[in-house]
């Protein structure tokens, strides 16, 4: 008896110190995210990032995103993903596609840790529009329109973050609602 007391107030801690820890995170995907853990522990965890987890595992990107940072991902839901072309993804899956998918992905991320009042401030600073280079080496437009923030990729696609500053241990994760492409 003493001892399922004591492994239920071990479990009630736990839960409350995660809790705590999470708290000032937005949910993501039915999730919680926590500060405490990386880009991929994180994301892992989202129902709503199933593709985007496949991805980065195929491109073989776990082990960099779990890495010290700092990054901000613009990171593409399911649906995002499903807006594409039918097959793309299927087709950028497949092995011999791995430089392919990890040029796409790549362009979804920087190297700074961005949260969205600093990318409201350049984007002010830059008289409205503020060029993002990612570590995939495209640019993307930043702007923004009251407290949405909106991306310009290569091809003059839009995305909008969706819900902004996920804290991470090893940066920033925005979530969007397209995916970003490169120039052809």
Request: charged share 15%; glycine share 8%; hydrophobic share 50%.
């Amino acid at each position: 008896m003493l001892r399922n007391k004591l492994f239920t107030a071990a479990a009630a801690l736990a839960l409350s110190t995660g809790a705590a820890a999470a708290q000032d995170n937005p949910m993501v995907g039915g999730a919680a995210m926590f500060a405490d853990k990386n880009i991929v522990e994180n994301a892992v965890n989202s129902a709503d990032h199933t593709t985007l987890v496949a991805a980065v595992q195929a491109a073989g990107l776990v082990e960099t995103l779990s890495g010290p940072g700092p990054f901000t991902v613009f990171a593409p839901t399911n649906a995002a993903f499903a807006n594409l072309q039918a097959g793309t993804v299927e087709t950028l899956l497949e092995p011999e596609n791995k430089a392919a998918l990890t040029k796409v992905l790549t362009c979804h991320v920087v190297a700074a840790d961005a949260m969205s009042m600093a990318i409201k401030g350049m984007v002010d600073d830059d008289g409205g529009t503020h060029p993002v280079e990612t570590v995939g080496g495209c640019i993307l437009q930043a702007t923004y329109d009251g407290d949405m923030i909106m991306l310009e990729d290569e091809r003059g696609r839009v995305a909008e973050v969706t819900i902004a500053d996920v804290d991470q241990s090893n940066g920033v994760i925005h979530v969007i609602d397209e995916v970003l492409l490169p120039a052809m």
